[in-house]
């Protein structure tokens, strides 16, 4: 097992080199299916107008307010889903946004957003409980709630973020994904990361990085 998992950190070390390599000449790419193939697509081209975007959503927040796609209207924004009493893997990705939260806290620029999974149980209350035990910042960061269809169709067709679906197609599946999501101020993917890894994260600080330079030319 030790051996398993130091090939794992192996892979995705000498991924993330290799990416880096071609971001530093081209830029970010874009995510325009679940394939989750990365395209560099430049401006000009007619490919460019066709780049897939987060359609518009409508959820409700841990204060209860509406939250849509105006609410990130000019602003890069990391997006995610969970749930409140998930013992696995959400923890972990609740952390590691907690550490986006910190290190880009006084960035208007930089937002985050996510999604639970259980909307029936995460009600708006259970939500402000949850903020409040993670020193959630609710103008930083929305934890939201809605319609189940809502969320899950733009899980699986706005973010590409259910990898199961990719395979199963089964819709009324339950969607538990590690994945972070990268989008632009255009609400078009720039990236997808393993919230759980912490070389992940320094990664996906890294694009956002570059994401805001890109935003200045």
Same mark, same amino acid.
């Given at each position: 097992?030790?051996?398993?998992n130091r090939?794992?950190i192996?892979?995705v =070390? *000498?991924?993330s080199?290799?990416?880096?390599?071609?971001e %530093?000449?081209e830029?970010l790419?874009y995510?325009n299916? /679940?394939e989750?193939?990365?395209e560099w697509i430049?401006?000009?081209v007619?490919?460019?107008n066709n780049?897939h975007k987060?359609p518009?959503?409508?959820f409700i927040?841990q204060?209860?307010d509406?939250?849509?796609q105006e609410?990130?209207?000019?602003?890069i924004y990391?997006?995610?889903?969970f749930?409140?009493?998930?013992?696995g893997?959400c923890?972990?990705?609740?952390?590691?946004?907690?550490?986006?939260?910190?290190i880009?806290?006084n960035?208007?620029? =930089? *937002?985050?957003?996510?999604h639970s999974?259980t909307?029936? %149980?995460?009600?708006?209350s259970?939500?402000?409980e949850? /903020?409040?035990?993670?020193?959630?910042?609710s103008?930083?960061?929305?934890?939201v709630?809605?319609?189940k269809?809502?969320?899950?169709d733009?899980?699986?067709?706005g973010?590409?973020a259910?990898?199961?679906?990719?395979?199963?197609k089964?819709?009324?599946?339950?969607?538990?994904?590690e994945?972070f999501?990268?989008?632009?101020?255009?609400?078009?993917?720039?990236?997808v990361?393993?919230g759980?890894?912490?070389?992940?994260?320094?990664?996906?600080v890294?694009h956002?990085?570059?994401?805001k330079?890109?935003n200045?030319?």
């Open positions: 097992m030790r051996v398993f090939l794992i192996v892979i =070390v *000498l991924t080199c290799k990416t880096t390599t071609h %530093k000449n830029g790419p995510f299916s /679940a989750l193939t990365p430049s401006r000009g007619p490919e460019y780049i987060i518009n959503f409508e927040n204060e209860g509406k939250i849509t609410s990130y209207d000019n602003k990391v997006a995610d889903f749930f409140t009493t998930c013992p893997i923890p972990m990705l609740e952390r590691n946004m907690s550490k986006l939260q910190d880009f806290g960035d208007d620029e =930089v *937002l985050l957003l996510s999974v909307p029936l %149980k995460d009600s708006v259970v939500l402000k949850y /903020a409040k035990e993670n020193g959630i910042i103008s930083k960061w929305n934890v709630t809605g319609n269809d809502h969320i899950y733009i899980a699986r067709n973010y590409f259910d990898e199961d679906f990719v395979k199963t089964d819709a009324s599946a339950f969607i538990h994904t994945n999501v990268l989008v632009d101020k255009e609400k078009r993917i720039r990236g990361y393993n759980t890894l912490a070389i992940e994260i320094e990664r996906l890294k956002i990085k570059m994401l330079r890109e200045n030319f």
